[in-house]
């Protein structure tokens, strides 16, 4: 379980990257949900942490392709591969991500540091 | 409606199937394309692609499995468009389509200085790429000719690779028709800090060389040297092929806000078309990627509905481009005398986000390196003054 960060410094709507390998970007939605997936858009090399924030969804900050941040699926193009999810765990006011064991849809170019 | 034809088979062209499909249209699609290739991403070309980061794999716009039920003419261009029910289309071949309805998506073509030599490039196609790549492997100096983004990117790409690299603009300032003289002049700090001699102000005579390029000739009298030269000084709709169609064409074909055409039944979309900007209270053709990407939706609709839907309100174009690892990105259109002002990070620095006002409103704004206030600030673009 990696720390992201306590739950205060993650207000509502808002967004965090942390520098995992590949990072992992952790979402505070307005509902109060939080949810995690790799921050690397699928489908070019852009942070979804940056993006746009919409009910349950991540709108890419370059292209604009959009992910459902429960499933990590494309609701648009022009991104075709589903984003990597991971599971959140909030103990003592601290927020956790446990990280997948699946491997990443990382966008051509992009590898991470294993492989 | 029982059949559409598309012609032109790039990201607009694509996009506008996968609309017509989306909306329920269920008759008989073709879509025409003059390159060989199934639909292609086309930034890569002179970002990642050229870089030799990407493959051609990579650059696939369909899905696997993706299946449009359409009937594909690849390698084969339109020659024109005949009006009548249904509407035709002849090809290159001689043969010819026939469609109730008509999508324009023909792009457009590199402007060139003509000439033969070798040595010289446009960048438009995965052709063009792989040739230009070919020859900066063998060059040692590059001089680029126009200081707009394609050829801002490929100055990158090839200082990365070792070249020396000079850019050559016409105009006083660089990046200006896009920025405004004053930002323009912010990114092109960039580019000099980069080691990229940028020479504005100064017209190209001619290329010299016997057979292959071997130098740039100034209007002012000064020589460059030049093993390899790109040209980027923009690009002319592809619509030469609607001569005496009636189809009504500018700079571009001529369409209102909803992408139709001045002939029923043809709409427009992408780099070839013209849509009628509100906010500008003119048309304006816009060359960039997500309008290719998302207007067709609109332009289906004004198609299926027979020009009864109303059309969404038009996104401000936005464009990005990728230098020296530095994220550029630019949402709206600016004009001269337009009030420019750094909102966030210093122009010193090379990472900013300036935003550009119009009588009090916001017409548009700059991001380098700055992703996350751009995406917040984009969605200001155009909004009535005062609003927030």
């Known amino acids: 379980m990696i720390p992201a960060c306590p739950l205060a410094a993650l207000p509502r709507g808002e967004a965090l990257r942390i520098e995992t390998d590949p990072p992992i970007a952790v979402f505070h939605t307005e509902d109060g949900e939080l949810y995690a997936v790799d921050d690397t858009c699928t489908h070019q090399d852009a942070s979804l942490a940056d993006g746009w924030l919409e009910g349950c969804e991540v709108e890419c900050p370059l292209h604009a392709s959009r992910f459902d941040l429960r499933t990590g699926r494309v609701d648009a193009p022009p991104a075709k591969l589903p984003v990597r999810t991971h599971q959140v765990v909030v103990r003592d006011e601290t927020v956790y991500v446990m990280p997948s064991d699946l491997p990443p849809n990382l966008p051509p170019g992009v590898r991470t540091g294993s492989a | 409606m029982k059949s559409v034809a598309i012609v032109g088979a790039s990201l607009a062209g694509l996009s506008a199937a996968r609309a017509l499909r989306d909306q329920g249209f269920g008759g008989r699609l073709m879509i025409v394309g003059a390159e060989p290739h199934r639909p292609y991403d086309r930034p890569p070309l002179s970002k990642e692609f050229l870089a030799g980061q990407m493959t051609t794999a990579d650059l696939a716009l369909e899905g696997d499995g993706e299946d449009l039920d359409a009937e594909w003419r690849l390698g084969v261009a339109a020659t024109g468009l005949e009006q009548g029910r249904p509407l035709r289309i002849t090809l290159a071949d001689g043969s010819a389509v026939e469609a109730d309805g008509v999508v324009i998506a023909t792009g457009s073509v590199a402007r060139t200085l003509g000439g033969d030599l070798a040595g010289v490039h446009t960048l438009r196609t995965i052709e063009d790429a792989a040739a230009l790549r070919a020859g900066l492997d063998a060059a040692r100096r590059l001089v680029v000719i126009g200081a707009g983004f394609i050829g801002a990117e490929v100055a990158c790409v090839a200082r990365t690779l070792g070249l020396d690299v000079t850019i050559v603009e016409a105009a006083p300032a660089p990046f200006a028709r896009a920025l405004g003289p004053e930002m323009g002049t912010a990114l092109a700090g960039l580019h000099e ?50 001569d005496g169609s009636g189809v009504q064409v500018g700079d571009g074909v001529l369409c209102d806000t909803g992408g139709a055409t001045s002939v029923p039944g043809v709409v427009a979309v992408g780099d070839c078309a013209a849509w009628f900007d509100p906010a500008l209270g003119a048309h304006l053709r816009v060359e960039h990627w997500t309008g290719a990407a998302r207007r067709p939706a609109t332009a289906a609709r004004t198609l299926l509905s027979g020009g009864a839907a109303v059309p969404d309100a038009l996104a401000p174009p936005y464009l990005w481009s990728d230098q020296y690892g530095m994220r550029v990105q630019f949402a709206g259109h600016t004009l001269p005398g337009d009030e420019v002002s750094v909102e966030e990070g210093d122009l010193a620095s090379r990472r900013f986000l300036a935003v550009y006002r119009r009588e009090g409103r916001t017409v548009a704004v700059l991001g380098i390196d700055q992703p996350r206030s751009f995406t917040r600030w984009r969605r200001r673009v155009n909004e009535p003054a005062g609003a927030r």
């Open chain 2, 193 to 242: 800090d980069h080691g990229v001699r940028l020479i504005c102000g100064a017209a190209v005579r001619t290329l010299t060389g016997e057979g292959r390029v071997d130098g740039v000739l100034l209007e002012d009298g000064r020589r460059l040297d030049a093993d390899v030269v790109l040209v980027g000084i923009g690009a002319r709709p592809a619509v030469d092929w609607l």
